[in-house]
Structures are given as C-alpha cells and as structure tokens.
C-alpha cells in the first residue's frame, strides 16, 4: 500500500508489473499472517496424534488474538448501528403522527375534506355574498381579501367570506354566539389575543355556543374551558393551511356581513 | 491488542497443570469471548448513544419554544411594516418597511422549516415566553415584549402622513428592543447551530436597524 520512495518511479512499477503486481510490498504481511494459519492446520488437524510437537501451545493461544480482536470489533459495530436503528426509529415515533390525523382522533371534530374533497386543495376567489353548506363555513370559494387574523379579537360578526380565505391561509376561526357571558368571551379572549394563525367573532345562528374551524376541520362545544379547544387550537392551526407561508397580516380589520373588498 | 494476549498468557499456563490441554483451554477462551462480546456491546451501544445525542430540540425545549414565539414575534413586524410600506408617502419609510417586512417573513419561513423538519407542531400549547426563564409578566394580554397592543395598530393602519412615519418608528423602535431580548435570551440558553445563527443575526441585523429608526425619528421629531 505504502511503498516507499523507489517503488513510486514508474520505471520500476512497470517492471514489477510483468514479473508479479504488487508482490514485493505484499510479502510482510503474508509473512505475518501465514504464521497463525500454519497454526491452526496444527492445533485441528494433528493436535491429537502428534503431541510432541510444542509449537502447538504456543501458536494455539495465539489464534484467539484475532478471533477476539475481529468479535470485539463487530460487537462495537454492532452495538453503533443497533443505537441508531433504535434512534431513528424513535425519532419516526415522534413524528409518526400527523396533525390531521391528531385533529380527527379529537372528540367531536369533523373532518369535512373526507365529505368535500375540493376542500384538500386551495379554491377560488369570488366576490360578492357567497353561501356555504356548512355553518359557520369551514372552506371553499372566498373573498379575494382575507380576515385580518393576527389574534384579532372582533367584538362584532365579520364577513365570512372573508374569513374563509383566512382559514385558507392556515388560521383558525374561534366564533362564539351573540349574547355568551363575559367570562366565556373573556376565556376565549385569552387563548386568541397576540397569537397569528388565530381570530375571533360571534356568530349569528350558532347552533352551540362555541365553534372552531380551520380549512376543512370544525370543532363545536359548549364551554370554553373545553380542553378540547386548546388540542383542535394546537392540531389545525397553521397546520390546516392550503398556503404554507401566507400570512394574516394585510387582511382586512372590518366587521359586519358585506365582505370588505379592501385590506384593513 | 493487550486485550486478546490475555487469555493467550493466561491458557499456556493453565494447560500443563491439568493436562487435559484442549478442553480447559476452550472453556476459558469462549468465556473471554463472551466478556468481550457483552464488553463490546455494552461499548458500542454507548458509543452510539453518545454519537447519536445532537438530537433535534424537543417540543417543550427553548429551542421549539423561541422559534415559535419569534414567529409571532415577527409577524406583527411584517403586519405594520406593510401598513407603513403601503400608506407612508416618505420613500426612505417605504424603503425600511419594506426591508423590515421581506426579511422577517423569511425569517419566519426559516424557523417553521426547522420546526417542521424536528416533527413539531409549528405552534405549541404552552403559553407564549415559557421557554425563557423568569418570563413570568413578560406577557401582557399575550403579547410578548416589544409588542403593539390592538389600539395601537388599529391607530398605526388610519394614520396618515409624518404622523403615520413617527408612530410606525416608534412601535418599530419599541419592537426590534423586544425581539433583540428574546434572541439574546435563547442566545444564553442554546447550543444549537441554526436556531443560535438565526438569533444571532437577528441581535445584530436589529441592533443596526435600531440606528437607523433612531436616526429617522430624529429628523422627523425636528421638522
């Protein structure tokens, strides 16, 4: 392998080459390693009927050197790659669960993408006052201008379709019905202010007092102390998203049911 | 090496003692073989353990915890400098909101990528600044340090003119000395290479914005 300075003139390679490739730097090692073989042929072969022979004592113990020196190796190595096999798996554990699939396995969610599949893709602009077969709406074609969702708390029911491109773009939608006590509202308050992804509104007609949606998925309890609230809040938000990256900023901040056709 | 000339020493005496050579001599063999094999597991797996510890930040760690924050953190940067980019008539305010913006958007786009790529939720259930010890007040009505309270962004999006510059400025101001807290705080607490990066410019990218703000206010107070 490492031949010293003659060998490396290519005049001599060439004639090592026609006369035995490689044979003078090979002989050390062959040397070394012939011994143990000769051994073990002795200690197998004739270690029973010729037992003058000393030698055998001597090189016997010597043919376990490498036996344990190569199963210490492969046990080191073996040892390395079963951490990691366990490692990685591990690792896969922890993320083997995709949010929708968290997001379905909560009570009382519905997953409205398996009903409408357009509603696994991105959908159209549209101006004007839309209808929608879900109440409050949890996807479809929207108002080219989206809800403001910064943590926007609007004390007032918004557009929805405005809002609808909201969930579009990842948010979740906390809506609440006109008339719920103080201290509902102020919980509800609570989990939305100064978080993106996230606003909310009352809205008219509820048939509960509390209705998550994120684009596709709806979550309708009665308390906002719900624990549920928090999980749907932590599985869909952002999750939901038809538009990885875009943003609730630059939405529009009005209420009322015209959609606003302009931001902020 | 010193290992295997153990049992090599130790069989060559053990055989003319008992004269049945072969058999003794196995015996102490496979059990040296066995310690070295247990040895060599028990090794190996450690050493694969150790090999495998830069795992990823988990879901309650600082790191999960800053990026997810600091994602919010930016995204009101972004929301009034569009307010400022799209209604300021000073092209030098357009210019630095529209900087301020496009940056932290990426910004924000790097931190999501390495929470989604570490398998966690790109945001968490636990509430905002948790991840920094002695945060306790930091929040206010869940807004982190630095952060404009609705009031102060629904005057941000109606005002008009110098006085729409001086109150983008001044929240802007207020917001970088935040957001430079928070990045110097995981800075303290964190050993990971990119998320300690990120921060890192983030600390100098603000310090030198904060010069440029001061500078502006200055101008803009003189007139």
């Known amino acids: 392998m490492s031949t010293p300075g003659p060998e490396r003139v290519p005049s001599t390679v060439k004639v090592d080459k026609t006369s035995g490739q490689g044979k003078p730097p090979a002989r050390p090692a062959k040397a070394s390693s012939s011994r143990p073989a000769a051994a073990k042929k002795a200690a197998a072969g004739g270690g029973k009927a010729r037992k003058p022979i000393t030698p055998v004592k001597v090189s016997g113990g010597r043919s376990w050197g490498p036996i344990a020196v190569g199963a210490l190796v492969a046990a080191v190595a073996l040892g390395i790659i079963g951490w990691g096999v366990f490692a990685v798996v591990g690792s896969e554990k922890e993320k083997s669960t995709p949010w929708d699939e968290r997001a379905r396995a909560i009570s009382g969610v519905v997953d409205y993408r398996t009903q409408y599949p357009e509603l696994k893709q991105a959908a159209n602009h549209k101006s004007g006052v839309l209808t929608y077969p879900v109440s409050p709406p949890v996807g479809g074609a929207h108002n080219p201008v989206w809800q403001n969702c910064m943590g926007d708390v609007y004390t007032a029911p918004i557009p929805k379709e405005n809002a609808v491109h909201s969930l579009e773009h990842g948010a979740v939608w906390v809506t609440y019905k006109p008339g719920l006590d103080a201290a509902q509202i102020d919980t509800l308050k609570s989990k939305v202010e100064g978080k ?14 509390i209705s998550l949606q994120g684009w596709g998925f709806q979550l309708k309890v009665d308390s906002a102390s719900d624990p549920r609230i928090d999980e749907f809040i932590k599985a869909v938000r952002q999750n939901a998203s038809m538009e ?12 009322g049911d015209v959609p606003a056709t302009t931001a902020s | 090496m010193t290992v295997s000339t153990e049992p090599g020493a130790e069989a ?3 055989a003319p003692a008992t004269g049945v050579v072969p058999a003794s001599r196995r015996r102490v063999h496979v059990l040296w073989l066995v310690v070295l094999l247990v040895f060599g597991l028990v090794a190996g797996g450690l050493g694969g353990y150790l090999l495998a510890q830069p795992r990823n930040p988990g879901d309650d760690s600082a790191e999960a915890g800053f990026l997810r924050d600091m994602s919010t953190h930016h995204a009101q940067a972004v929301e009034m400098s569009m307010i400022a980019h799209a209604n300021s008539d000073n092209p030098a305010i357009v210019t630095l909101a529209g900087d301020i913006a496009l940056t932290q958007h990426q910004q924000i786009g790097y931190m999501q990528a390495w929470l989604r790529d570490w398998g966690l939720s790109p945001t968490g259930t636990q509430p905002a600044m948790a991840w920094m010890p002695n945060s306790a007040g930091a929040v206010v009505n869940g807004l982190m340090p630095g952060m404009a309270t609705p009031d102060q962004m629904a005057k941000l999006r109606t005002a008009k003119g110098t006085e729409l510059d001086i109150q983008f400025l001044t929240l802007m101001r207020q917001h970088h000395l935040g957001g430079i807290h928070m990045a110097q705080e995981l800075l303290a607490l964190s050993k990971n290479k990119d998320v300690t990066w ?3 410019t983030m600390v100098r990218g603000q310090q030198a914005e904060l010069t440029v703000i001061d500078e502006m206010l200055k101008q803009l107070q003189a007139k």
Do not use: I, V
Request: charged share 10%; aromatic share 10%.
């Open chain 2, 12 to 14: 060559p005496a053990t």
């Open chain 1, 244 to 255: 990885p990256g875009a943003a609730c900023s630059s939405g529009s901040t009005s209420t």
């Open chain 2, 198 to 200: 990120l921060a890192g």
């Open chain 1, 196 to 209: 993106d992804y996230l606003f909310m509104s009352p809205y008219t007609g509820l048939d509960k007092n």
